[in-house]
């Protein structure tokens, strides 16, 4: 079913298909008549499902058909909890855009770097902003911008804005909304607190929930490959020797991991480079470029990437370290096997993980094979999980109060 028989302009649906939608996804074919319709949504699916280019391209076509005066008022404002996720949804909406025949003027908006250059990049108006909560909460307070013209709201990963701790931020900002508005909220999960805020912020809304399927899962194949810790950077640059992968996607625990494994391998003149919070705007920018051109071949990134890098085409991510979550580690290997194209997901298991790794296998519900490989074979005994709390010594789906303080510190500042 092509893109036109949703309701979208010829010109949308060619950019859509620019940007690798053949045809329109679940969420795509279920979420595009209703935004159009005007109806606020409440949409859950999983990583990679096509969430970003299901509100994009409705919101671009009703700017559109709205008025314009000779200055532009803020018709769309969409909220995400990391800039790296901002940075990629303005990235989006600015290529579709391009394709329509007046161009919209859409403004990124995030923590992190001075904010100068982006209130100078809102004179004159705006028609999409994209933003962190902290950040247009600071622009308002600098009377750079005006909610007071809002058409569409739109918050993108929204149980992640929540995990991060920017309920507030959110209560004041839809404080300062128009009462009539459109509202539109997208995430991955539905947990109680989502619940809590879609009742508030959404009116009558339609419900869009689309279950992993055979038919819409990712095609990323599994793998756990068991290894001593102190071996697995030896082992990551064989794999990336023999297997030789255009990009790979590393995940580790903690910036100075990243810091060291990059190092390795450039080292062993692979070309990689690290990604963590301590990293400048600047450095992240041009990292994430050249990993996306391909001039980069590994890019050793901590969680502060794993819902904020969409990349085409990406064949493989290997968990250097596990994630600490089962969610976590859905995040992760969803960076691979996107809008229709397969991936490997790779895990390193060793004697500490072992059970960490078996108790991710069954909240996922999922088994995956253990792999030796030649020369890497594993010789220390593994660790049993320690099962005093339930939780097999593994975190949980709630962050502590302090875990929230510190990731949204590490993203927003």
């Not at 859409?106 to 962190?132: C, E, F, K």
């Not at 062993?268 to 301590?278: C, K, P, T, W, Y």
Request: include cysteine.
């Amino acid at each position: 079913m092509p893109f036109t028989s949703l309701g979208l302009q010829p010109a949308l649906a060619d950019a859509a298909a620019a940007q690798g939608y053949a045809t329109p996804s679940a969420i795509q074919h279920a979420a595009i008549p209703l935004i159009l319709q005007g109806s606020d949504v409440l949409a859950t699916a999983q990583t990679g499902s096509g969430k970003t280019a299901a509100y994009c391209l409705p919101l671009l076509q009703q700017w559109l058909s709205g008025q314009h005066g000779s200055r532009r008022q803020l018709y769309g404002l969409v909220l995400l909890p990391t800039r790296e996720l901002a940075m990629q949804v303005g990235s989006i909406l600015r290529e579709l855009g391009n394709s329509l025949p007046r161009h919209p003027k859409v403004v990124v908006a995030y923590g992190g770097v001075s904010i100068n250059p982006q209130m100078m990049a809102l004179r004159g108006g705006a028609d999409i902003v994209v933003a962190t909560p902290g950040r247009l909460l600071d622009l308002l307070q600098h009377n750079a911008l005006r909610l007071s013209g809002v058409s569409t709201l739109v918050l993108d990963e929204a149980d992640r804005l929540l995990d991060l701790g920017f309920a507030a931020e959110i209560g004041q900002l839809l404080d300062l909304l128009p009462p009539y508005r459109q509202n539109l909220l997208f995430s991955a999960t539905f947990p109680l607190a989502l619940r809590t805020l879609a009742q508030q912020l959404l009116r009558e809304p339609q419900t869009i929930d689309i279950p992993a399927t055979p038919d819409n899962t990712p095609a990323i194949r599994q793998r756990a490959i068991e290894v001593d810790a102190a071996r697995r950077t030896m082992l990551l640059r064989h794999l990336l020797q023999s297997e030789n992968p255009e990009r790979v996607l590393v995940f580790v625990a903690s910036r100075h991991t990243a810091e060291r494994v990059s190092g390795k391998l450039q080292q062993a003149g692979i070309r990689a480079a690290a990604l963590h919070s301590d990293c400048s705007q600047s450095q992240r920018g041009q990292a994430l470029a050249d990993f996306k051109s391909a001039q980069l071949q590994v890019l050793v990134a901590t969680d502060v990437a794993a819902r904020g890098i969409d990349i085409a085409r990406l064949p493989m991510v290997i968990n250097y370290d596990l994630p600490r979550s089962p969610a976590d580690y859905t995040h992760r290997i969803g960076r691979t096997g996107r809008a229709g194209a397969s991936g490997v997901a790779i895990s390193f298991v060793y004697a500490d993980s072992t059970g960490h790794f078996r108790l991710i296998e069954k909240r996922q519900q999922l088994q995956v094979l253990r792999e030796h490989i030649a020369g890497f074979e594993p010789q220390d005994a593994p660790v049993a999980a320690p099962l005093s709390d339930g939780n097999g010594g593994i975190k949980g789906k709630r962050m502590s109060k302090k875990d929230k303080l510190r990731a949204a510190q590490a993203i927003q500042s």
